[in-house]
């Protein structure tokens, strides 16, 4: 998973350095995440959505590239002590569409390099899946002072658990591997 994202992050360097009239922005959200799929019946289906980056960089006024590091968590059902935790590093483009004079919709289809869940609390040894996926996210900018925005996002991720480390052992997982997760939050980001 690490040669994805130097891979992931040598190609953005390199898309960056070429880039010309260029705008970068550098934001953090918070929000709410509902989960889905084949391998989460033992878990609420909603939580806590972080996004702790969501780092972009424009070529363009309408073109640009992003990176995002979001993190959902999920308590388990029957058990409030236990949680699963859903990390998703995701890159991709941006198409920007500006609405107003300090209103724009960004529009983020992305490839997710690594989406990691933890499972903590749960009276066993813990647990760590590993997987990949698609991220398509959006965001309505609204425009403050110099600088500040504050954005509504609003993600869809659909991804497949590859493999599960269990008690220092790698198993590969090839059935009931799906989720996907809506997160809907707010964000601050600064432009610079």
């Known amino acids: 998973m690490s040669k994805f994202f130097l891979l992931g992050f040598a190609v953005f360097t390199i898309c960056v350095a070429n880039a010309q009239n260029s705008k970068s922005y550098l934001g953090v959200s918070v929000g709410v995440a509902k989960l889905g799929g084949d391998s989460v019946s033992n878990l609420n289906n909603v939580g806590l959505n972080l ?68 499972s903590k609390g749960t009276g066993n040894d813990d647990a760590t899946l590993t997987g990949n996926g698609f991220v398509l996210g959006s965001s309505l900018n609204f425009g403050m002072s110099k600088g500040f925005k504050i954005s ?26 799906r989720i996907n997760i809506i997160s809907l939050g707010t964000g601050l980001r600064y432009n610079f």
């Open 51 to 118: 996004g702790f980056i969501n780092f972009g960089y424009r070529f363009n006024d309408s073109w640009g590239g992003t990176i995002n590091l979001n993190s959902s968590g999920f308590l388990v059902k029957d058990n409030g002590n236990s949680a699963v935790g859903i990390g998703v590093f995701s890159i991709g483009p941006i198409y920007t569409k500006n609405l107003g004079k300090k209103i724009s919709l960004d529009l983020k289809p992305q490839y997710a390099l690594s989406v990691v869940g933890i």
């Open 152 to 177: 509504i996002n609003l993600d869809y991720t659909a991804a497949k658990w590859k493999e599960l480390q269990f008690e220092g052992q790698l198993i590969p997982i090839n059935s009931n591997n």
